[in-house]
């Protein structure tokens, strides 16, 4: 697949936003957390897509320059209305409100209503590790996992995040859906006419199948068993319940074609580390405790012992110097974006 430059591709993706009426600063975030997405290896939360986010933007499904609102509803607690702007742009303001509310009192709850599809949850962890906080971030969306025993899809994929600093550059992410995969990946597969693994998803038959048409129309199989679909009720109830945003089926999906609004449903928990220890000695105690975990003995074929977010980090590194790779079909998409909106699609790299 050809190869372009991340930072060209963040150009693009900003000129983008502003373009659709965004403002510099949130067109800015949109494109960092959509190339990042790329950069760590998620590419079903990236640049893949822009299109989409284009044109819902240009019918007003999700507005492009959001009047966001925050209410300090208790010493801890803050209410967030999207005003249905982009995800990551309505999440990046939540996360910073929420983290100078903890850089206060210590803990703050952050509850997200009348939003969107937020991209990857590891984005605004990193976004709190950066500041010496820790993070859990939850997030519903569009049904994709039915109840325990059902065939339909109820509760979206309902991802789950954590994040904790560290003395490196590289902070323990954790970042996973309910479900045994991402939905993006599996839209990403259709999307490219590809074929998904067996104990993906199933159809709506309620039987296994590994074709991705088939499995937008079904469902996608709790992580855990009945399990993952606790933990998916809970953060349902957590994010659109609790938040007063859209929960279950009322849901709505950005790729199906009709003119309600998904108010999808976020919820943060930040907490400032200070405020238990010393920042520094924290970071020397996680730093002993991660290391400690790396030298347990190895599987035979294991090379390395990873936790959860360093291969997120070297894959950024890695990427970083051979540049993010776009499939035919999403190239294509957005070079016709681009000729749309008078932007030119960057040239391609050679390594």
């Avoid at 039987?207 to 996608?220: C, F, H, I, P």
């Avoid at 360093?310 to 790779?325: C, H, M, P, V, W």
């Amino acid at each position: 697949m050809p190869l372009y430059n991340p930072l060209d591709m963040k150009r693009f993706s900003q000129q983008v936003f502003e373009k659709l009426g965004a403002c510099p600063e949130d067109a800015y975030i949109a494109a960092d957390a959509l190339v990042r997405a790329n950069l760590e290896g998620v590419d079903s939360h990236g640049i893949s897509r822009l299109a989409i986010y284009a044109r819902r933007m240009k019918e007003g499904r999700i507005q492009a320059a959001p009047h966001i609102s925050v209410e300090k509803k208790g010493e801890s607690v803050l209410l967030v209305d999207g005003d249905h702007g982009l995800g990551q742009i309505v999440a990046a303001h939540s996360v910073k409100a929420g983290m100078e509310l903890a850089k206060k009192t210590g803990l703050a709850a952050v509850a997200v209503r009348n939003s969107n599809h937020f991209g990857t949850a590891s984005y605004f962890c990193q976004m709190a590790c950066e500041q010496g906080l820790g993070i859990m971030a939850f997030t519903n969306s569009p049904p994709g996992i039915a109840p325990w025993g059902g065939k339909k899809a109820f509760f979206g994929t309902n991802p789950i995040a954590f994040g904790f600093p560290t003395g490196t550059d590289t902070p323990v992410i954790i970042d996973m859906s309910t479900s045994v995969v991402a939905r993006g990946k599996i839209i990403l597969a259709a999307k490219q006419g590809q074929s998904i693994p067996n104990g993906w998803a199933m159809n709506e038959q309620g039987v296994e199948t590994q074709d991705a048409q088939e499995a937008l129309r079904g469902a996608v199989l709790p992580l855990g068993g009945a399990k993952g679909y606790a933990l998916a009720l809970a953060i349902e109830i957590l994010t659109g319940v609790l938040s007063g945003a859209a929960f279950g089926p009322h849901v709505k999906n950005m790729y199906d074609e009709h003119d309600e609004k998904s108010n999808i449903g976020h919820f943060f928990i930040l907490f400032d580390i200070e405020k238990f220890m010393d920042l520094s000695h924290f970071k020397l105690l996680i730093d002993q405790f991660l290391e400690e975990v790396k030298s347990v003995p190895k599987a035979e074929g294991v090379d390395e012992i990873l936790y959860p977010g360093e291969r997120r980090s070297k894959e950024y590194r890695r990427r970083l110097d051979t540049g993010i790779a776009l499939s035919e079909e999403v190239e294509k998409e957005l070079r016709l974006l681009g000729e749309e909106l008078e932007l030119y699609l960057p040239a391609t790299i050679l390594i």
